[in-house]
């Protein structure tokens, strides 16, 4: 997952679409991820953990989801978000209450 964030950060540096300083830009999504690990009591970027929120989720767990299906019920907001399969591994799922993670299925 580090590998697919540095991706995408160097995806956005290259083509201009970072702002104005791309290397600054850079230094600072780095910056932002490391914080979510401290923040998050993870070892490395590309782990979810129960608690965290949907934004640490993208940022420093497992990236974007590939899509998301959401049901609000009194009041209350479920997002179910679905990551595909890789290399035979089934598709996995989180699951937010109220943009935080409360459930992890592999």
């Given at each position: 997952?580090?590998?697919?964030?540095?991706?995408?950060?160097?995806?956005?540096?290259?083509?201009?679409?970072?702002?104005?300083?791309?290397?600054?830009?850079?230094?600072?999504?780095?910056?932002k991820?490391?914080?979510?690990?401290?923040?998050?009591?993870?070892?490395?970027?590309?782990?979810?953990?129960?608690?965290?929120?949907a934004?640490?989720?993208?940022?420093?767990?497992?990236g974007?989801?590939?899509?998301?299906?959401?049901?609000?019920?009194?009041?209350?907001?479920?997002?179910?978000?679905?990551?595909?399969?890789v290399?035979?591994?089934?598709?996995?799922?989180?699951?937010?209450?109220?943009?935080?993670?409360?459930?992890?299925?592999?």
């Amino acid at each position: 997952m580090t590998k697919l964030l540095t991706a995408l950060a160097l995806t956005l540096v290259l083509t201009g679409c970072a702002g104005p300083n791309p290397i600054e830009f850079y230094a600072q999504f780095k910056q932002k991820q490391a914080d979510c690990v401290v923040r998050n009591k993870i070892e490395k970027p590309g782990t979810a953990v129960i608690g965290m929120t949907a934004d640490d989720a993208v940022l420093c767990g497992w990236g974007p989801p590939l899509r998301s299906n959401v049901t609000i019920v009194a009041g209350a907001r479920y997002a179910q978000w679905v990551y595909p399969s890789v290399r035979g591994v089934p598709s996995s799922y989180l699951y937010f209450t109220n943009s935080v993670l409360t459930a992890i299925q592999n």
